[in-house]
């Protein structure tokens, strides 16, 4: 998700700009000024991805902000918006530190296209990026996932095959149901959701070559799976369009669980049901020495909480004893593969599977880790 901020001093062209710019799923605008000051202190306060300015501002010349927001260190990508199409505005743009330069006349498609364009890819989305890429071919990450998790499905992460099955029986899935796999990465689950219940799937993701792997691989089966690009946090899909909505270990993007559950419960029909596969304990982001224990009980989770607060009544069922044994299981695989990681020059895919069982694996020591599966109704 490219997000940004919008700085122009007209009230009625930013709105404009804004209502076009967020029916794209991979824009959000994230903040509005209308004067360079303001953009200041909005720019620090949000870190967008992409600033678009306007030239003409009240206070001061808006490539003149550019200056300063470059003097500054601000990381985003800036876009000149002006009337003023002229080639001494450009290199004036140009020399300030502006990325690109569109004039309001060339149209929100040259816009749109000037933003995906300068945005710097998310660290996240291109780790995924590179993670979807490599375990195309790699034998070392299939026979991982067939021993550690039942069937390689491509997994990043800890939902085995009868993690998968629990999931599908308390769901309901079956050929009448409509269901959104949110944070679907290439969709080998969703496709075997699909395949294994007759359910029409539909797999969102933010990883565009991961997603089109995954219309490549179900060109047969449009009838029960569809993959689109977006942000799972701000899905762009029609409301009540869902009776099930999954979500297998994609809550943490979020910064917001109560918004983000918010808006997923807007896409379910009345009766639907919200299913998400969620861990929690001590990590990198909540080491030990700050972690709080009461918070593991399954109805005194983060997850939990955010629920409570959107008026959702749930149930849970405890996966945590097999999180153990998976992750046990994981570091001896990984382990007697590693070789064959290295030698397919795939040793990130390894590094990346061996931290992430040992973090569980000592936090799992420290009785500092649980998992669980939630099902709540609309």
């Not at 303001?38 to 992409?50: F, H, R």
């Not at 993670?131 to 026979?143: G, L, M």
């Not at 895919?349 to 709540?376: F, I, K, P, W």
Request: hydrophobic fraction near 40%.
């Amino acid at each position: 998700m490219i997000r940004i901020v919008l700085v122009d001093d007209e009230a009625t062209i930013r709105y404009g700009l804004k209502m076009r710019l967020e029916l794209a799923q991979d824009l959000r605008v994230v903040g509005e000024a209308g004067d360079g000051k303001t953009a200041l202190a909005l720019i620090d306060q949000l870190q967008p991805d992409v600033v678009v300015m306007d030239v003409e501002l009240p206070d001061r010349d808006g490539i003149a902000w550019i200056q300063t927001l470059r003097a500054q260190n601000c990381r985003a990508a800036i876009i000149v918006l002006t009337m003023h199409d002229d080639d001494a505005t450009r290199e004036r743009a140009r020399a300030a530190g502006a990325a690109q330069f569109v004039g309001k006349h060339e149209g929100a498609s040259a816009l749109l296209q000037a933003i995906r364009d300068a945005a710097p890819p998310p660290p996240m989305l291109d780790f995924y990026a590179r993670y979807y890429a490599a375990i195309e071919s790699s034998r070392a990450h299939a026979t991982f996932c067939e021993y550690a998790y039942g069937k390689n499905l491509g997994q990043h992460g800890f939902v085995t095959l009868e993690q998968i099955g629990k999931l599908s029986e308390v769901t309901e899935l079956n050929a009448a149901t409509r269901a959104l796999d949110l944070g679907c990465g290439n969709g080998l689950i969703a496709e075997y959701l699909a395949d294994a219940t007759g359910a029409q799937i539909t797999g969102l993701d933010d990883v565009p070559s991961a997603i089109a792997r995954a219309q490549e691989r179900t060109q047969t089966k449009r009838a029960r799976l569809e993959f689109v690009v977006g942000d799972l946090t701000h899905p762009a899909l029609p409301i009540n369009s869902f009776d099930v909505i999954l979500a297998l270990d994609s809550i943490y993007f979020s910064n917001d669980y109560v918004d983000t559950i918010r808006r997923w419960r807007a896409l379910l029909k009345p009766s639907g049901r919200l299913a998400i596969f969620y861990s929690h304990g001590a990590n990198p982001q909540t080491p030990k020495e700050i972690f709080r224990r009461e918070t593991l009980p399954p109805d005194q989770t983060p997850l939990a909480d955010a629920l409570k607060k959107c008026g959702l009544a749930f149930q849970t069922w405890d996966f945590t004893q097999q999180d153990d044994t998976l992750a046990q299981r994981k570091k001896e695989i990984l382990e007697k593969l590693k070789a064959e990681f290295q030698a397919e020059d795939h040793l990130f895919l390894y590094d990346n599977r061996m931290g992430e069982t040992l973090g569980v694996l000592d936090a799992l020591e420290s009785q500092m880790h649980a998992r669980y599966l939630y099902l709540a109704r609309a």
